[in-house]
């Protein structure tokens, strides 16, 4: 089966941190675009972070406290938090997508919840 695999989130107090890790079970990371979203209660989902050939982008409200990788070798991505704020509360999902040869491919992650309260 092929699938996102999430883990690493948890209860948190402000200021403190988190990793966030996203393996891939079936298929190889490679060449995919890699995103974490999250979904705090009754708030669309948002894109935080984004990588993809090496490149990076992050959304306005966690640049400079959060980092996105990917290990190809290990077939994971991870999303390195620091600095966490009660806003940063929500469930976080990992996605790979990559269009190859017209054809869409799109995978997500179970979700992982991550509360940041004192």
């Known amino acids: 089966q092929l699938q996102l695999v999430e883990s690493g989130g948890g209860l948190v107090q402000p200021g403190g941190s988190l990793r966030l890790s996203c393996a891939g079970s079936?298929?190889?990371?490679?060449?995919?675009?890699i995103g974490w979203y999250r979904q705090a209660p009754g708030k669309q989902r948002e894109l935080v972070a984004t990588?993809?050939?090496?490149?990076?982008n992050y959304a306005d409200s966690v640049k400079g406290r959060f980092t996105i990788s990917s290990d190809n070798g290990e077939n994971t991505a991870a999303l390195q938090m620091n600095s966490l704020k009660p806003d940063d509360t929500g469930v976080y999902y990992c996605n790979a997508v990559k269009t190859t040869w017209g054809i869409q491919y799109d995978y997500w992650g179970q979700g992982t919840q991550v509360t940041v309260s004192s």
């Open positions: 079936g298929f190889s990371l490679d060449y995919y675009t």
């Open positions: 990588i993809s050939g090496g490149i990076t």
